[in-house]
């Protein structure tokens, strides 16, 4: 990579910055050195705390033990909302766009602070105590906002289920976590269509007994199919209840929330995050990474489904006392002009979204965005997926018009906030790149014996240190968490991703080294998949891949072997598609189906998926070592149907 473009930092966002590039090397050689000290005093500053805590850090990985700032107190509601009162009550927090270009609504943080408190006692008044699990299945409304908020208010701890999951997806999250409350909405509005929510909670509910309440907000004007006694309506709910509920004095380490991911085996992770540690690098990355400045509009583009809207539509920007936009619809509805719309329209400065969007615009040409001005972005952001530097240079070119900085930000759900990234006003940029690490973060490369590798190297990605935004457990099922994330290398937290380090320290994340893939941005677990196909009485067998695909970065290609006797046919080919969507959501749209006689496996019955890989995507040459296959035959048809589709 040593032609790789640099593009150095701009002198003007430099001057202006937090952070310049003699502030990045001080800080974090700091925050290496004295990693107690240097997270003390950052907490101190960006959190208002009710009681000081005991131990800044207590981490011991080989336990998954990791606790931060532990005896503290402190509320999150409180530090978004309450200690913004005095200086900017009327200042707008939330800027909601509607799916329709015609509305849009802003609410101040007094009011938000207000609606707040006010759900607080509707969940109490429904019973929902300090440490019970309310699950948010909410579209893009400006209520889910409050909702999350209140919850954190009484300590309720909240498990958002993405709104594009199906029935049966939120059925198994709904009992994962013993959550008893729902919050939904009757539907929603995406792209001019109108999105059955409550239909699936009803669905979902048939399956869990233990459910006492579901909140419906009104957001359409539908009737919905009522379950008295079970269900209430949200603004019937909020007009008797009071504006006024004490915020409660959590623990750093008491629950916040619990959000849902793929692995590579088995069924979809609680991630548990906790209050102290994860709000601070919340807020700080932040301030950091976007440089935030008192006064920006900020927007970030992400579902509160995933952790991206949970991180940086939420926590981190209400914590810092920002204006952050919270976008219902899809980037091509009614045109494909509609984000840079929305930035004119908001006078938007910060803007951050996925490589997948960017390359969903980039391929309806330079057209919708030069009929637009996009004069007040200053900074831009991609998260996801690496982003190809094609996608880069138009992301900085066309869109930026080659003002504004491109941080390219690495992270997931388990790390609650941002690890790799540029700094806008201190990391000179390459395009691919996600570049260097953020303050306390200590990535080391791994050969998969497990030896460091020192300089420029390639290998698998992992932590050696704790931040304090870290998972603290999988929800239920420790012992998974210290499997997954800590047994493969002793001693270091495992990300699951391989990555490349050039000559300058710089990293390049290649992509994830498991059974994971990386579809639009979402994450899935190939097994997930396989699950839901051979649920059909005609299937036999499934292995699904990942394949190169333009817009989506991957898609997904599964291998499938029918029942004896079972004739393959189109109709097949779209009941099975059909299924997956039903058991996981639309999200997991199977792109290509191959069907194959058998699998290629080991004498031992392991898949060989290292071959199915290659084979859809197209790299035949490089097929390996076939020779450990109990019948390397298998290959040979699998290649024949690929060539032939
Ligand atoms: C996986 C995490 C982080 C919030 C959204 C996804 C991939 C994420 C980047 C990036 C290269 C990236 C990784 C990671 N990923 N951001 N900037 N460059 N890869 O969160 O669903 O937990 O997925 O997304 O493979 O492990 P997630």
Redo the contacts with the bound molecule.
């Keep these: 990579m040593t032609n790789a473009k640099i593009y150095d930092v701009k002198p003007d966002i430099a001057h202006n910055a937090h952070i310049n590039q003699e502030t990045y090397q001080t800080l974090y050689q700091r925050s290496i050195d004295e990693p107690g000290a240097f997270w003390a005093e950052q907490a101190a500053l960006f959190l208002t705390w009710q009681k000081p805590w005991q131990t800044v850090m207590d981490c011991d990985y080989s336990q998954g033990h990791i606790r931060w700032f532990e005896g503290g107190k402190l509320n999150v509601s409180e530090n978004c909302l309450d200690r913004h009162l005095a200086d900017r009550g009327d200042q707008v927090a939330i800027i909601w766009e509607s799916d329709n270009p015609a509305h849009d609504k802003k609410i101040t943080y007094r009011e938000l602070h207000q609606q707040v408190c006010k759900f607080a006692n509707v969940l109490k008044s429904q019973g929902v105590k300090k440490g019970d699990c309310v699950c948010i299945y909410l579209p893009m409304i400006a209520e889910a906002a409050v909702v999350m908020l209140a919850c954190t208010r009484i300590g309720a701890v909240h498990s958002i289920v993405f709104g594009g999951f199906s029935a049966e997806a939120l059925k198994d999250r709904i009992l994962d976590s013993n959550c008893q409350y729902v919050v939904c909405a009757d539907v929603g509005h995406r792209g001019g269509k109108t999105i059955a929510i409550k239909a699936n909670v009803d669905q979902a509910a048939m399956a869990c007994p233990d459910l006492k309440s579901v909140i419906v907000i009104k957001n359409g004007t539908e009737n919905v199919v009522w379950h008295n006694g079970r269900d209430i309506w949200y603004h019937e709910a909020m007009q008797g209840a009071s504006d006024q509920c004490p915020a409660e004095a959590m623990d750093a380490e008491d629950p916040l929330f619990i959000l849902y991911?793929s692995g590579s085996t088995g069924k979809p992770k609680g991630i548990l995050h906790t209050t102290g540690g994860y709000l601070l690098y919340a807020a700080m990355t932040h301030k950091y990474v976007f440089d935030y400045h008192d006064g920006d509009i900020y927007w970030c583009t992400a579902d509160i489904g995933?952790?991206?809207g949970h991180s940086y539509m939420i926590y981190g920007p209400l914590c810092n006392g920002a204006t952050t936009v919270m976008f219902e619809g899809v980037p091509t509805y009614p045109e494909a002009d509609r984000f840079w719309r929305i930035i004119d329209k908001h006078q938007v400065n910060i803007f951050y979204t996925a490589p997948t969007a960017i390359r969903a615009l980039m391929a309806q040409g330079h057209e919708f965005v030069t009929r637009t001005e996009r004069s007040s972005l200053r900074i831009l952001g991609?998260?996801?997926?690496?982003?190809n530097p094609e996608a880069w240079e138009w992301y900085y070119h066309v869109v930026g018009d080659a003002r504004c900085p491109v941080v390219?930000?690495?992270?997931?759900?388990?790390t609650g906030g941002i690890l790799i990234t540029p700094l806008p006003g201190a990391t000179p940029l390459k395009p691919g790149s996600?570049t260097l690490p953020f303050f306390g973060i200590t990535p080391e490369i791994l050969d998969s014996q497990g030896n460091v590798l020192q300089g420029e190297a390639d290998g698998v990605l992992v932590l050696s240190c704790s931040w304090p935004g870290q998972a603290r457990s999988l929800y239920g099922d420790h012992q998974r968490f210290i499997d997954t994330y800590f047994k493969s290398y002793p001693g270091y937290y495992f990300?699951?991703?391989g990555v490349r380090r050039d000559e300058e320290g710089y990293y390049w994340?290649t992509?994830?080294v498991d059974d994971v893939i990386?579809v639009s941005?979402?994450?899935m677990g190939t097994a997930e998949i396989e699950s839901a196909l051979v649920l059909h009485q005609h299937v036999a067998e499934a292995a699904v891949v990942g394949y190169p695909h333009d817009i989506k970065g991957q898609g997904i290609y599964a291998f499938v072997s029918l029942n004896v006797g079972v004739q393959a046919s189109e109709e097949l080919r779209r009941e099975l598609i059909n299924l997956v969507r039903q058991e996981i959501g639309a999200i997991a749209s199977l792109d290509i189906i191959q069907w194959t006689p058998a699998l290629p496996k080991t004498r031992s019955g392991k898949i060989m998926r290292r071959i199915l890989r290659k084979v859809a995507s197209n790299e035949l040459d490089g097929l390996g070592d076939t020779s450990t296959l109990a019948d390397p035959t298998v290959v040979d048809a699998i290649i024949l149907h690929r060539a032939n589709q």
């Design positions: 991911t995933w952790i991206t991609s998260v996801g997926e690496p982003i390219d930000t690495w992270w997931q759900t388990e996600a990300t699951g991703d994340i992509g994830r990386n941005g979402h994450r």
